[in-house]
């Protein structure tokens, strides 16, 4: 029996609609997102009655944990549905983990759309979608668990753009929510390009991210008496230059950096020199040895500068985000399946990786797996009103959603049953 995705998630396109609207409406950020989760639970609530979803929900965040135990008879080892954590364990069932992030931005929304956010946040990076294309997969899953020769873990992420909920999620065992480790992981983001239309690319895919902050501690005098204070001011002015100059020359071009100073801090009042001034930066790397160099250079920058002026740094240089990087075999897989499902035409390859950061990072540093970016632009918005992802004025066709949930729910499938058969073909040959 072959299952109808596309079609099906299509039928489903009017409720996820409705979901992403609501979850738009009242975006939260960070970790702690109790109304989010409230939604996703009472979408989720008719699968745990009429196909046995096991839901647990996260201690260090509101996160949801969602597990669909495939029938196909097929299923090795414990081939019932609703074996005990402590069975799966000891099985041999594989499972595959699908992820949506579910926060948003602290952004005041500038958008016309009659479901606009009215509370200060913002979904202006398409969380919504994300999480509403999730339970748009848990949903045509669930109606086809006889097609499942496994069990699949639905990972409902909080913090995705800050602080980072997935190495909590992971400490917190999403990873093995199945019982064993999940063999292989999937997710999706929409971005605005055209609508519909899949990208992505086998190895590095985005940028890891880091954070800079750099105090310059002088001392303060009054502003018409420079001569005696040491004005940490222009120390930090020169500084900003000399960290964009560091950049295009202490890094190879094949290997690219990106620096934004984004913050400036200096003094209270116009007649008064600050004792101190500092500056945030957001650092893009794809490189561990791009990372090791950035570090040591900004520490010699930082110091050097600051003793040339009379004055001292402190430099806070955070780790944020690891490299994402697509698992080769996995993703060509993937981009395999998506072409049968959706057509040749709609599953593209990203000619180089993408500079903005994604924590999924850390679960395809734990287990193989793709992350795709899927097109949602809007075709109703001119191109000279089109604003980007992050943006107060950016706005999503959220006809997309079918599309997601079935590339979502296809990948699943498909996986389970190549695990199951490659797991036939090893034991016939032992």
């Known amino acids: 029996m072959t299952v109808d995705y596309v079609a099906e998630a299509a039928a489903l396109l009017p409720e996820l609609q409705d979901l992403r609207r609501r979850l738009h409406a009242e975006p939260e950020t960070g970790l702690d997102l109790p109304g989010t989760q409230a939604k996703v639970l009472e979408a989720l609530e008719p699968l745990r009655e009429s196909a046995g979803l096991e839901i647990t929900l ?21 081939s019932a549905a609703g074996a005990s954590a402590a069975e799966a364990a000891t099985a041999t069932v594989p499972a595959v983990l699908l992820r949506g992030d579910m926060d948003g931005l602290p952004v005041t929304e500038l958008t016309d759309e009659p479901f606009k956010s009215l509370n200060g946040n913002m979904h202006a990076c398409g969380h919504d979608l994300h ?25 409902f992420q909080p913090g995705e753009e800050d602080p980072g909920g997935a190495p909590i999620m992971i400490e917190e065992g999403v990873l093995e929510a199945a019982g064993p480790r999940v063999v292989a992981a999937f997710g999706v983001h929409v971005e605005v390009r055209e609508a519909g239309i899949l990208h992505t690319k086998p190895g590095i895919l985005q940028s890891g991210s880091n954070i800079l902050h750099v105090t310059i501690n002088g001392a303060g005098g009054h502003g018409s008496k420079p001569y005696e204070s040491r004005d940490p001011v222009p120390a930090l002015a020169e500084l900003v230059l000399a960290l964009q100059n560091m950049v295009s020359r202490r890094f190879d071009v094949f290997d690219p950096v990106v620096m934004s100073v984004t913050q400036l801090s200096a003094g209270d009042a116009v007649n008064v020199i600050p004792a101190s001034a500092t500056l945030g930066a957001t650092i893009r790397v794809f490189s561990a040895e ?35 990087v697509n698992d080769e075999a996995e993703t060509v897989w993937a981009m395999d399946q998506v072409r049968g499902l959706l057509g040749e035409a709609r599953m593209r390859t ?8 994604e924590d999924f990072s850390y679960v395809l540093d734990e287990v193989p797996g793709t992350y795709m970016m899927l097109g949602a632009k809007r075709a109703d918005v001119p191109e000279d009103k089109q604003a980007d992802n992050h943006s107060p004025y950016v706005v999503f066709d959220d006809s997309v959603l079918g599309d997601q949930a079935a590339v979502l729910a296809h990948l699943a499938t498909q996986r389970l049953r190549a695990e199951v058969a490659q797991g036939c073909v090893e034991a016939a040959q032992g």
């Open 350 to 357: 990203l000619a180089d990786p993408v500079m903005p950061s």
């Open 290 to 324: 791009a990372l090791a160099t950035m570090q040591t250079e900004v520490d010699r920058l930082a110091a050097g500068i600051a003793a040339a002026h009379g004055c001292t740094a402190k430099v806070d240089f955070q780790v944020k985000y690891p490299v994402t």
């Open 58 to 78: 996260g201690k260090g965040l509101s996160s949801v944990t969602a597990v669909l135990r495939g029938t196909h008879p097929d299923r090795p080892a414990d």
């Open 131 to 155: 999480t509403s294309g999730l339970v748009g997969a848990a949903r045509l899953l669930a109606a086809h668990r006889d097609q499942l020769p496994g069990d699949v873990v639905f990972m």
